[in-house]
């Protein structure tokens, strides 16, 4: 009886939502935000068919450092995509490689209302200036970002491809 009504407790995924398996040993707030990226990379991927969960998922970590960023938590902006969304901006520190450099600057970012929002106009971001054709994987859409100049650090698709590796966001692409 004590298992029945554990079950009948436990939070159930809704129809859009996706269960996070914990397969790598990431932290409790880890697996809370990579949950909360897949659900709506997978609803916006499944729509599209552009850009894949795990890169949505890995370039929310890298560059929101895990939902910790001033961009992120005021701008509802995981990707760091600059300028403005429907004329909302703010102005945010920043880091960026210049002549192989890391430097600080300041720079308007699109601010979203929401997650969702912010990734289905990183879907378009994306399929209109460097995923203009799906990627049949994560490594070639992470080469495809780096090469078409998505981030200014020399080092984007390996972290990228890293973070898909490590935390096993690759299941999120099927």
Not at 18 to 40: C, H, L, N, R, Y
Request: charged fraction near 20%.
């Amino acid at each position: 009886m004590k298992d029945h009504i554990q079950a009948a407790v436990q939070p159930q995924p809704t129809a859009h939502q996706v269960t996070v398996k914990s397969v790598s040993g990431e932290t409790p707030a880890q697996q809370a935000f990579i949950q909360k990226v897949a659900t709506p990379a997978v609803k916006v991927y499944r729509k599209n068919g552009q850009v894949l969960p795990s890169i949505v998922i890995a370039q929310s970590i890298l560059e929101s450092s895990w939902g910790t960023s001033k961009i992120f938590q005021q701008a509802n902006n995981p990707f760091g995509i600059k300028g403005s969304y429907h004329g909302k901006t703010g102005s945010f520190v920043t880091h960026e490689y210049v002549n192989g450099e890391r430097i600080k600057i300041h720079a308007n970012f699109r601010i979203y209302p929401s997650l969702t929002v912010a990734i289905q106009d990183h879907d378009n971001v994306l399929k209109s200036r460097y995923l203009p054709q799906p990627a049949k994987d994560y490594q070639e859409a992470s080469q495809k970002l780096q090469a078409g100049g998505y981030a200014t650090d020399p080092d984007y698709a390996q972290k990228l491809n890293s973070l898909i590796v490590s935390y096993k966001l690759n299941q999120f692409d099927k």
